[in-house]
């Protein structure tokens, strides 16, 4: 039976599962070698609780990644979410920062097996705020917002994972101005600017 959301008890039980596991990839620096076992001690609850909410360790893991990234982005955005290009550029040098601490995490033995799944979880997360700021600030039709929204949240992101990957000398502020002017270009014509 799938549990209902929106009772407090659920959302304290998964915030005790997400900070069990933040504790333990602190301590292990290893993502794999943590067992969903591992996380229900820590959060002391049992095995069957954490499958009422989460199909498997990767689905937890695609949640854990999101919700992460959302709460990184919200504390780098003081207004919430994006109000013009200042806190664009805050966000894709959030991107860039958020990337770079989690190549450190990709080079432990494992680990590289979930890298595919935590990069869409956050693409995922990028798209949602430049989507939500867009059909805020225009009257263009769903249809040019969406794929403004999606073109330019893979485009800021490829870069930022491509940078994390092989940064070539090349430093994050450098490559954050970069890639503002290239999205903010592409963002112009349904920003109207």
């Not at 959060?43 to 609780?49: E, L, S, V």
């Not at 590289?112 to 225009?138: C, D, G, H, I």
């Amino acid at each position: 039976m799938p549990v209902n959301p929106n009772d407090p008890r659920v959302s304290r039980t998964r915030q005790f599962i997400m900070q069990a596991f933040t504790e333990l990839v602190e301590e292990q620096k290893n993502v794999y070698s943590i067992s969903v076992q591992d996380i229900t001690t820590r959060a002391n609850i049992n095995r069957a609780t954490f499958y009422a909410h989460f199909e498997d360790k990767y689905a937890f893991l695609e949640c854990w990644i999101s919700r992460k990234f959302q709460i990184i982005l919200k504390e780098a955005l003081p207004e919430g979410g994006i109000t013009g290009t200042g806190s664009l550029r805050t966000v894709v040098q959030t991107v860039f920062d958020v990337l770079a601490r989690f190549r450190e995490y990709m080079t432990h033995p494992g680990n590289s097996r979930f890298e595919p799944l935590f990069e869409v979880a956050m693409q995922k997360e990028l798209y949602n705020l430049l989507l939500e700021w867009l059909n805020r600030e225009t009257t263009s039709s769903p249809d040019k917002v969406e794929t403004t929204a999606l073109v330019a949240s893979w485009g800021i992101f490829g870069a930022a994972v491509q940078w994390s990957r092989d940064p070539q000398n090349l430093t994050s502020e450098t490559m954050v101005n970069r890639v503002l002017e290239v999205a903010a270009a592409a963002l112009a014509p349904v920003l109207g600017e």
